[in-house]
């Protein structure tokens, strides 16, 4: 399985040479799939659907001028709407629900050739930043610290994505970013993780968390194939009424390398107290990678960072506690039983109380509060003015001349699984310390592996861009991903 | 003048034990938009379908699930706040209004609560000729219907018809400006007519795509002050409004006086008993968690996108009513009558156009629509069309036929159509004006009744008489004033 191309570019080129077929390279991809079942990355195999795509696929490279994820592999968030597979959001309440319906990224995916090897691991309703909330345990890291046999978390909530990716189970995988769920996981497990612009990407199909942050984008091993599948999913969708009329450009074509000239914000906020030195010297040394390519980096302030966090724990649970109003044991998915004389109000209230997890429930419940009578002007108001605070801090860099903002990824390298187990959930919400802010701002944010831990666990590098400039971003990144030059595999355990 | 004159009516009181009470009365009414298709899905909005025939996944609220705005709802809607000389808002934005029920698929219902599409405006209500009570509307949002619930099909279990999930609604709210149970009813007839005028809702009440939910308070007569109300849901019969409206003041009234005081509620109707109670306990006070829809974009339309709707608008009551006492000299209560629907006014202004408008208006309304109500049929079934009705009163204008005959050939068109003209000459129904031969009669008559002329010689009075025997000799196809002058004459008076 070693000479099978583990990008997407690689396989296009092996596909489109003949050398290898569709059929072939979804074969492997199941092999590899059925082989890793420790990590619980795949969570419904879809190998009926992928051996018909990849036959398709193969017809369509055999005619030639195929698009470029045409026979390439990829798995699916459990998140996106894919017909006739299994959707569960990584919730028991949606336990059973086949979508009759392909969600309009994963269509547009479909539409190109390219081949879905299934669904993966997340954390429930993407509410988390380990995959320990999903419904079907915890997916597992593939890296493991020197020395050390404990499961590592992939993070969340894309873990399934992440490690099905830095396994090499598939090239390619797509997951979906609310306050930081492709970059996070994707740091730990080195990986690169890409969240578009909000409206780059179409929400159609893909089940709700917070609508206003929510963004589906690649997660993939190599910057040029994050600029690939991109260019497949991006697009305006007249279904979804947020996505935006831009045109998309060629981000693989705008991958140059050269970013002379650049300016490169470092924004003095992001450096937290009791940072570990790991990260803060990895920052420093991608400062200077940029710098080193011909880069200039400027000192700047986004001054309202600290309001980022608590602000987002007020606007996306507000969001969720109404977006999970529909799973309701009506119409779909799980209803409990039911005891004699049980009206509608005892089959919502088992319903939910059965089918939501720990960490859902919270979220509802704390969303369900910030909007209630007496209290939506102080939470959910006042955290709308913070987000325009925030988005208007990122405004006033840009403005000053800086092209893209370099910050860590994350906090720490992954943890353990079960170790925040009896923490406080704020604990849990730190991981996305550094993401948030992307979101509540709508910027692109893309996580590049730039380095190990001491303990030889994966770092990832932040890089935020201008809205609609995920081009420029991905060049960026290119860069340093080249100058990072991270080559680290994690060692098959498994 | 595009208005008429009007004086605002006297507040109606009720005689309470200690003094006379007054309502204070504001109405929301929930119109169905007239559309094809649903606010935020693509789902047809016909009446009538198979239970939930009418569905799209995103009107069942399925995961991953996006509302789109329908353009054409919110043109109606605009087009409806034109209609009542309100403000429109080119900035507007929907919002989530969150409660739990299984004909709400979503969990949530898309309406506008924070920047509603359309501001102020008014519709004034007609109290009669020379009377009307302006009612202020405060706002005008657009929103999404829930589905039906149905509780008695079965003993154990409910079901759920979602053919109207989605479907969109305008809710027009109205200042506190009405005063009874009588102007409530003639402001929903009034704004219905407008609507209707306008195309925007259909009005129908009994299929629902008209709706009214009653707030009512009372106050001492004279007083400026607000009253505690309480708002009675779901309304949809003007009987029924009427109805909750009296039982609803004198209950409050009652309390009152009785020294106690009003808890703000919403309550419902039972038609079958005449009387209001409360729809839900305090415990169950709903707390509808208002936030906008993420999903969907504020709201932003244009000034120019506007005005053409503007533009295109028809004449509405208001002014088609003043103009037809203007242009056509009919009465203000006949002018009511006449553009009460836009179809009927339409008819009688072919009916008039060029001719008699009083008379137009006298057998448009005393005629057509006499015989019309009394079948049961609306002016688009009317047998008898405005060309037609239009020949009659041309024959009567030329003297060809008598107001008399008039009647008898309506009669003759209503069952068996025809040419007006046609039929008067085929069936001999022509009115003779020709002296020569009414004098013959007339002498006829004279000679045969010599005592009858000594008589009328006396007493003028009995040259009715002779009228009468002339208009009997000729099939009462003499013209009345030839005979009048000529048997005159004849008799020497």
């Known amino acids: 399985m070693s000479d099978r191309p583990e990008t997407i570019a690689a396989a296009r080129a092996a596909l489109r040479a003949g050398d290898v077929t569709a059929a072939e390279l979804t074969a492997a991809c199941l092999d590899a799939i059925a082989a890793a079942a420790p990590l619980n990355a795949f969570v419904h195999v879809t190998a009926e659907i992928a051996r018909e795509r990849a036959q398709a696929a193969d017809a369509l490279l055999r005619q030639g001028d195929a698009p470029a994820m045409c026979g390439v592999p990829v798995g699916i968030k459990d998140l996106f709407c894919t017909e006739g597979a299994p959707g569960q959001a990584g919730s028991r ?119 206003s942050l929510d963004q589906a984008g690649p997660m993939t091993r ?88 608590p602000a987002y724990y007020i ?174 595999r994690p060692q098959r355990w498994w | 003048m595009t208005h008429l004159d009007y004086a605002e009516p006297e507040a109606p009181v009720i005689a309470g034990v200690k003094g006379d009470w007054e309502m204070v009365i504001g109405l929301e009414v929930h119109a169905q938009i007239t559309s094809q298709a649903k606010l935020f899905s693509g789902a047809s909005t016909a009446f009538g379908a198979e239970p939930n025939a009418n569905v799209s996944f995103v009107d069942a609220g399925m995961p991953g699930m996006l509302p789109v705005v329908n353009e054409y709802c919110i043109e109606q809607a605009v087009r409806t706040g034109l209609g009542l000389k309100a403000a429109i808002n080119l900035n507007s934005a929907f919002d989530r209004k969150n409660y739990f029920y299984p004909d709400l698929p979503q969990g949530y219902q898309i309406s506008q609560l924070y920047h509603p599409l359309v501001g102020a405006g008014e519709v004034i209500v007609d109290m009669g000729p020379g009377l009307a009570r302006r009612v202020r509307i405060e706002r005008i949002h657009v929103e999404q219907d829930a589905g039906k619930s149905i509780h008695d099909m079965d003993p154990a279990l409910s079901f759920v018809d979602l053919n109207r999930t989605g479907v969109a609604l305008m809710e027009i709210v109205s200042r506190p400006d009405i005063r009874g149970p009588e102007e409530a009813a003639a402001y929903v007839t009034k704004l219905r007519q407008i609507l209707r005028y306008l195309g925007t809702c259909d009005g129908n009440m009994q299929e629902g795509s008209l709706r009214a939910d009653v707030n009512v308070s009372v106050r001492p007569a004279g007083s400026d002050a607000l009253g505690t109300r309480c708002e009675i849901k779901n309304m949809n019969s003007m009987r029924f409004i009427q109805a909750a409206i009296n039982f ?116 448009v309304v005393n005629a057509l629509f006499g015989r019309l109500n009394k079948q049961g049929l609306g002016i688009a079934d009317s047998p008898v069309t405005a060309a037609q009705l239009g020949g009659v009163l041309d024959l009567i204008a030329a003297g060809d036929i008598s107001g008399k005959i008039a009647k008898d050939l309506f009669e003759i068109l209503w069952a068996e159509g025809g040419d007006p003209a046609a039929i008067v000459d085929t069936r001999g129904m022509r009115q003779v004006t020709d002296e020569a031969a009414i004098e013959a009669v007339i002498d006829q008559v004279i000679a045969d009744n010599p005592a009858q002329v000594e008589k009328a ?13 002339v208009m009997k000799a000729t099939g009462g196809k003499a013209n009345p004033q030839a005979v009048n002058t000529l048997v005159a004459r004849k008799l020497g008076l």
């Open chain 1, 222 to 309: 190599t910057v040029r194939d994050a600029a690939i599948l991109l260019g497949a999913i991006a697009g305006p969708d007249p279904k979804d009424s947020t996505s935006a009329d831009r045109p998309v450009p060629d981000f693989e074509a705008a991958l140059s390398g050269d970013i002379r000239g650049k300016v490169i914000g470092i924004p003095r906020e992001y450096r937290m107290d009791g940072m570990p030195d790991a990260i803060d010297a990895l920052w420093q040394r991608g400062a200077e990678m940029l710098r080193d390519a011909g880069a200039r980096t400027v000192d700047i302030s986004l001054p309202h960072t600290r309001y980022a966090l």
């Open chain 1, 315 to 488: 606007i996306a649970p507000a969001e969720a506690s109404s977006n999970l109003a529909r799973y309701d044991g009506v119409r779909y998915g799980f209803r409990a039983p039911l005891a004699p004389g049980d009206g509608i109000t005892e089959m919502y209230e088992k319903t939910r109380a059965a089918g939501f997890g720990a960490e859902v429930r919270r979220r509802v419940m704390i969303g369900t509060y910030v909007l209630s009578a007496g209290f939506y002007d102080a939470y959910y108001r006042r955290a709308q003015r913070v987000r325009t605070l925030i988005k208007r801090d990122f405004e006033t860099a840009f403005a000053d001349g800086v092209d893209a903002i370099l910050t860590p990824s994350t906090p720490s390298s992954a943890f353990e699984i079960g170790a925040l187990d009896s923490a406080d959930p704020v604990e849990m919400y730190l991981n996305d310390i550094f993401t948030v802010t992307v979101n509540l701002a709508g910027l692109p944010g893309i996580s590049v592996p730039a380095g190990l831990d001491g303990r030889g666990l994966p770092l990832g590098l932040q890089l935020i861009g201008r809205p609609w400039e995920e081009a420029e971003l991905l060049d960026i990144g290119f860069a340093l991903e080249r100058a990072a030059c991270f080559v680290s």
């Open chain 2, 248 to 363: 609803e003041a004198r209950r409050q009234i009652a309390i009152l006086e009785d020294g106690g005081s009003i808890d703000q509620e919403t309550r419902l109707f039972s038609p079958d008993r005449g009387e209001t109670r409360p729809m839900r306990s305090k415990e169950e006070a709903h707390d509808y968690r208002y936030f906008p829809c993420p999903d969907l974009l504020p709201l932003t339309i244009e000034q120019a996108w506007v005005d053409g709707i503007a533009a295109s608008l028809p004449e509405l009551p208001d002014e088609k009513k003043a103009r037809f006492v203007r242009e056509y000299g009919v009465t203000e209560y006949d002018a009511g009558v006449l553009t009460a629907e836009r179809a009927a006014a339409d008819f009688f202004e072919d009916v008039a156009r060029g001719r008699d408008g009083k008379a137009a208006a006298n057998w």
């Open chain 1, 93 to 211: 309440i949606l336990e059973g629900f086949v979508p009759p319906y392909e969600s309009t990224v994963t269509g547009k995916l479909r539409d190109a050739g390219a081949v879905m090897l299934g669904k993966l691991n997340m954390d429930e309703f993407a509410m988390g930043s380990s995959n320990e909330t999903s419904v079907y345990g915890p997916a597992v890291s593939p890296w493991r610290a020197a020395g050390s046999t404990a499961p590592l978390t992939p993070g969340g909530s894309s873990g399934g994505s992440a490690a099905a990716v830095a396994a090499g189970l598939c090239p390619a995988a797509l997951g979906t970013d609310t306050g930081g769920s492709i970059r996070q996981p994707a740091a730990f497990t080195g990986i690169v993780g890409l969240k578009p612009t909000y409206g780059r990407v179409s929400r159609w199909g893909i089940v709700a968390f917070a609508s």
């Open chain 2, 457 to 469: 010689r006396v007493n003028p009075k009995l040259a009715g008489w002779f009228v009468g025997q």
